[in-house]
């Protein structure tokens, strides 16, 4: 399907685009292999949209007449869902979204929403094209924003000793979320930066503010996604901090719970032998006296533990 965008947006067939007008269309991959060579698209650009990238950085190619690129599109609040993908057709006032693998409809659903979007100067390709990714990124502060806290509760465990036997797999699991979003934006990146080159002379240059615009919220986005890996990075140290401390703390126990009985071991020994001139072997309160002797050492050294702040 395409549309003309002017004052309205009025649906038209293929057959009547007009170059000079702004069009918008959203067609599905075998669409495309049936128009693309009216539109001027090679061969090797009408069978890439014919499979789903699997990556993120798919590049952007910049042909004479037209800039080409794929998108995956994802949805920050549902990460198991599979990613839709998209591929980005720029002409000289018109831009053509294929439907690669648009599995529920949302992309498309963005971009009827963004094509209908009203401009009080005037509807330009920028402005479309602007709209357009607008809407891809719609929500991604929200989640940014619901991460940073979830990290800031994750922190507060980790120095309350609330947490689980599970916590290194959620620091994972968030920082496979955040790769992904990292990824995504890079991706927005290189396709605002290819549209502000320009090298194709597709766009009028006084409406690139748009995209420059676009570009720097991106940017933004991307910071502080990466400013959250940082943290999550940095947490999961605090955290391996925390398990040494506290084996740490555990061996010291045990190091001076070693430290008061280990003299028992060397009474134990002297008494032991059982030689005949043992002076005590033969005495009738000899037993009684290593009892006493072993619990006066053992609280001796116990008392000098605490003064020294063994434990």
């Not at 002017?6 to 057959?15: E, F, G, L, Q, R």
């Not at 619901?146 to 465990?157: C, H, K, R, Y």
Request: with cysteine; glycine share 4%.
């Amino acid at each position: 399907m395409f549309f003309k965008l002017d004052k309205a947006v009025t649906p038209i067939a293929s057959d009547e685009v007009n170059q000079n007008q702004i069009i918008a269309g959203y067609v599905s991959s075998k669409e495309l292999a049936e128009i693309g060579g009216k539109f001027g698209f090679s061969h090797t650009t009408v069978e890439a949209c014919q499979v789903a990238n699997k990556n993120f950085r798919s590049g952007v190619d910049v042909f004479d007449d037209y800039t080409f690129t794929e998108l995956k599109i994802i949805d920050p609040f549902d990460f198991k869902a599979e990613a839709d993908c998209v591929a980005l057709l720029i002409k000289k006032n018109m831009i053509i979204v294929v439907d690669v693998a648009d599995r529920d409809g949302s992309t498309k659903n963005k971009f009827m929403e963004a094509i209908h979007k009203r401009h009080s100067k005037g509807v330009t390709l920028e402005k479309v094209i602007y709209s357009f990714i607008e809407l891809l990124i719609a929500g991604n502060s929200k989640y940014i924003e619901n991460t940073g806290v979830e990290i800031t509760a994750l922190e507060e465990d980790v120095f309350k000793g609330n947490t689980g036997d599970d916590f290194n797999l959620d620091l994972l699991h968030l920082k496979e979320e955040l790769l992904t979003m990292h990824n995504y934006y890079e991706q927005l990146l290189d396709i605002t930066e290819a549209i502000e080159e320009n090298e194709n002379d597709l766009f009028e240059s006084e409406d690139l503010r748009y995209i420059a615009n676009m570009h720097n919220k991106i940017q933004r986005l991307k910071e502080d996604v990466d400013s959250l890996n940082s943290l999550v990075v940095h947490l999961q140290d605090a955290y391996s901090a925390t398990l040494d401390l506290s084996l740490n703390h555990t061996m010291k126990r045990f190091t001076v719970i070693t430290s008061i009985f280990f003299p028992l071991t060397l009474i134990v020994g002297w008494y032991g032998m059982n030689f005949d001139s043992m002076p005590e072997f033969h005495w009738r309160y000899g037993y009684l006296f290593v009892i006493l002797l072993s619990v006066a050492v053992v609280a001796i050294l116990a008392v000098i533990g605490k003064k020294k702040k063994w434990f």
